[in-house]
């Protein structure tokens, strides 16, 4: 059996446009809605704020999950839809129906988890440019916008590698090396300063250090370069423009590890997409939950590591490895559960064992 193949036959592009289209219109209402109604005006997120708008993703999140399941449970005993679902291996389609619910919802605690290590770098961004409270949502959003565009096209181009098991065994090596090396890196704070796209931004783009309101780019007075004295207008970026590329940057860097992790779990583009974006457009809210807590996770970074590595040597390992009642897959029941026990156990070690610097200032 073919299951790098076969899984992708359960959402054929050709047959499933329409929901690739409703469900990328359904996501541009809620982030018209986020930032055209909740978050029109400019304000410092509280605790309370953040903890709420969390749940309230997290709930759209499972919900899907839900609809997804139902769905699939309705359309694939069809009898236009069986030959392909028993072809990509599953005994019934109730059972292919589960499989994909929970596909969905591994894919999107995979992302969620991955994603908290990033929400620091977000911190140390902010707080180098001197980016006030009040205005980090604003760049968080259009930072959504940008990750949004270039995990799509990380997945397109996933979902054409990943076909070759070359490519999944180079993709699950590359997971267990940076797994690996998460784990044993010594803690180093990051310096934005040394950042070669900063250097590049300051060659390219005139920058001011001083903030305009809620612009990114604001047009100033300059002397003419060819000596006339005369001044004239020019586009400069502002720190949140600064912000903003440096944040699409680390994105991207975040995508190259996360988007593997997730074809990991399933072949199957239109889930990788889904659970991708619904862990996205929880990231702001997550970013302001968790942005003072870096030290207090301070053993996240090992439960990360684990999980890469699992995940890793799920897409390295050879199907005659696993017991034959395994069907050559690691049970996605059991995948969910060891993610979510390394990351929750990461992070209840880490306030039962605190940091003893963090200790000692209290």
Same mark, same amino acid.
């Given at each position: 059996?073919?299951?790098?193949?076969?899984?992708?036959?359960?959402?054929?592009?050709a047959?499933?446009?329409?929901?690739?289209?409703?469900?990328?219109?359904?996501?541009?209402v809620?982030?018209?809605?986020?930032?055209?109604?909740?978050?029109?005006?400019?304000h410092?997120v509280?605790?309370?704020?953040?903890?709420?708008?969390?749940?309230?993703?997290?709930?759209?999140?499972?919900?899907?999950?839900?609809?997804?399941?139902?769905?699939?449970?309705?359309?694939?005993?069809?009898?236009d839809?069986?030959?392909?679902?028993?072809?990509?291996?599953?005994?019934?389609?109730?059972?292919?129906?589960?499989?994909?619910?929970?596909? &969905?919802?591994?894919?999107?605690?995979?992302?969620?988890?991955?994603?908290?290590?990033?929400?620091?770098?977000?911190?140390?961004?902010?707080?180098?440019?001197?980016?006030?409270?009040?205005?980090?949502h604003r760049?968080?959003?259009?930072? @959504?916008?940008?990750?949004?565009?270039?995990?799509?096209? &990380?997945?397109? @181009?996933?979902?054409?590698?990943?076909?070759?098991?070359?490519?999944v065994?180079?993709?699950?090596?590359?997971?267990?090396?940076?797994? @690996?090396?998460?784990?044993?890196?010594?803690?180093?704070?990051?310096d934005?300063?040394?950042?070669?796209?900063?250097?590049?931004?300051?060659?390219?783009?005139?920058?001011?250090?001083?903030?305009?309101?809620?612009?990114?780019?604001?047009?100033?007075?300059?002397?003419?370069?060819?000596?006339?004295?005369?001044?004239?207008?020019?586009?400069?970026?502002?720190p949140? &423009?600064?912000?903003?590329?440096?944040?699409?940057?680390?994105?991207?860097?975040?995508?190259?590890?996360?988007?593997?992790?997730?074809?990991?779990?399933?072949?199957?583009?239109?889930?990788?997409?889904?659970?991708?974006?619904?862990?996205?457009?929880?990231?702001?809210?997550?970013y302001?939950?968790?942005?003072?807590?870096?030290d207090?996770?301070?053993?996240?970074?090992?439960?990360?590591?684990?999980?890469?590595?699992?995940?890793?040597?799920?897409?390295?390992?050879p199907?005659?490895?696993?017991?034959?009642?395994?069907?050559?897959?690691?049970?996605?029941?059991?995948?969910?559960?060891?993610?979510?026990?390394?990351?929750?156990?990461?992070?209840?070690?880490?306030?039962? &064992?605190?940091?003893?610097?963090?200790?000692?200032?209290?």
């Amino acid at each position: 059996m073919n299951t790098l193949l076969a899984e992708s036959l359960l959402f054929p592009f050709a047959e499933y446009w329409a929901f690739y289209a409703g469900f990328t219109a359904f996501v541009f209402v809620l982030l018209a809605l986020d930032l055209g109604v909740f978050h029109r005006k400019a304000h410092a997120v509280s605790m309370k704020e953040a903890t709420a708008w969390t749940g309230i993703w997290m709930t759209l999140a499972v919900v899907f999950c839900g609809l997804l399941w139902w769905y699939c449970d309705y359309r694939f005993p069809q009898p236009d839809r069986v030959d392909s679902v028993l072809a990509a291996g599953y005994d019934t389609p109730a059972q292919a129906a589960r499989e994909v619910a929970l596909q &969905f919802l591994t894919g999107y605690v995979v992302e969620q988890s991955l994603s908290v290590d990033n929400m620091f770098v977000f911190v140390v961004i902010f707080g180098f440019f001197s980016i006030p409270a009040t205005l980090q949502h604003r760049v968080l959003f259009y930072g @959504i916008l940008g990750a949004l565009a270039f995990r799509a096209v &990380f997945i397109a @181009i996933g979902a054409a590698l990943i076909q070759y098991k070359v490519v999944v065994i180079v993709f699950g090596a590359f997971l267990i090396f940076t797994g @690996i090396k998460i784990i044993f890196a010594p803690e180093r704070e990051a310096d934005p300063e040394k950042n070669p796209i900063l250097k590049l931004l300051r060659r390219w783009i005139p920058l001011t250090p001083k903030l305009h309101g809620q612009q990114f780019l604001v047009k100033e007075q300059a002397l003419d370069p060819h000596g006339t004295g005369v001044k004239a207008l020019r586009w400069v970026g502002t720190p949140l &423009f600064v912000a903003l590329c440096m944040i699409e940057v680390s994105d991207i860097v975040f995508a190259v590890d996360s988007v593997p992790a997730i074809f990991a779990v399933t072949k199957e583009p239109f889930i990788v997409f889904t659970s991708n974006v619904f862990a996205i457009l929880g990231l702001r809210s997550l970013y302001f939950l968790l942005a003072g807590a870096h030290d207090k996770f301070h053993m996240l970074k090992y439960g990360l590591g684990i999980v890469l590595v699992f995940v890793g040597v799920k897409m390295t390992m050879p199907e005659s490895w696993y017991p034959t009642s395994w069907d050559g897959h690691f049970p996605m029941g059991w995948s969910l559960a060891f993610i979510v026990g390394v990351i929750g156990g990461s992070m209840v070690l880490s306030v039962v &064992f605190p940091k003893k610097h963090a200790a000692a200032t209290h």
